[in-house]
């Protein structure tokens, strides 16, 4: 299976278009080739039985249970997040256009779990 | 003056913004990061309710009398949903790949990675109907308790996108049999395999949090 783009090798697409401002249009940027797909998915399919493994063993009654199982989760967003949307390679308005919703959304998560979780018992 | 007249009309063809991106990109990570507030209140729904139900089936305890009429088991297969969430990742290489033969101009491969993605997809979906099928069938409706509405909306509107996604695929797959998909086409087929991808973390982070944390 062939690379779309190999690397090391030039970022700007050939479709590219620089407008008389300078700005360049339609560039693809460096985007990960077959090997870094494959390992990826490796990695994705190595964590999740990782994961069922880890439910059917006395581990699953230890403390650090859950704090294990959502940092391979994270681990796993951000992997697919990263190699499979490009938001590694690509422009960093994408960046932020998906982490500042993110960050608001996991600040409203815990936030809400809070509210209902340990105030509501505490308040009864 | 004519040459300016060619360029802009080019632009306006491939819909760049002034910040050099492409606008149906740009739109499609606007929507994920809207879909991240969407998947993150109806986690937290779930999550809030989560063992505040009076009645069973519960997701991971079994329920034994009075508490239920009948003695049930523990709801969740486990097993079943590792499977489907393995085809789901899956779903994600065969997507890079067909949107990598897509860039290359390859009309065979992005053909066959595009209806390998769909055809995981629909895969995935037979698990959940299965899955909802057994559900009912042992006893948990939408309306049985607070674990059944969070759990069937949670993974029923996940679904659903799963389902806008195939459907997405299926169009694409379709025009490529039509007049093929070439690297002027790499943004359409790279729009959507965002929104596959997403689709995928949103069921890494519902796997976790819903399947295998008590």
Known sequence: MAADHTPGASDTHPDAHVDAHGVTHGEHPHHPDWATYKWVALILTVITVGEVWIYYTPFKENRLFVPTLLFMSAFKFATVVMFYMHLKYDSKIFRVLFVGPLIIAMIALVSLLFLFGHLALKTG | ?214
């Not at chain 2, 004519?2 to 491939?14: F, N």
């Not at chain 2, 034994?64 to 969740?76: M, V």
């Open chain 2, 1 to 214: 003056m004519a040459t300016a007249a060619l360029d802009s009309h080019a632009l306006a063809a491939h819909h760049y913004s002034s910040t050099g991106l492409d606008n149906k990109k740009i739109g499609i990570w606007a929507f994920i990061g809207s879909e991240c507030l969407f998947f993150a209140s109806l986690i937290s729904t779930y999550l809030i309710y989560k063992g505040h139900s009076i009645t069973g089936p519960y997701p991971h305890e079994a329920c034994n009398p009075p508490a239920c009429a009948t003695p049930l088991k523990a709801i969740l297969n486990i097993p079943v949903t590792s499977m489907s969430t393995f085809v789901l990742l899956m779903s994600s290489l065969f997507m890079v790949l067909a949107h990598s033969a897509v860039v290359r101009g390859d009309r065979k491969y992005s053909k066959i990675w595009l209806a390998g993605t769909a055809l995981a997809g629909a895969t995935f979906l037979g698990f959940q109907a299965f899955e909802f099928t057994s559900f009912v069938h042992e006893g948990l409706k939408i309306t049985t308790n607070l674990f059944g509405s969070s759990f069937f909306v949670l993974t029923g509107f996940h679904g659903a996108h799963v389902t806008a996604g195939v459907i997405w695929l299926i169009t694409l797959l379709f025009i490529d049999m039509k007049r093929g998909l070439g690297p002027r086409d790499a943004i359409n087929v790279d729009i959507c395999a965002l929104y596959w991808h997403f689709v995928d973390v949103v069921w890494i982070a519902i796997f976790t949090l819903v399947y295998l944390i008590k």
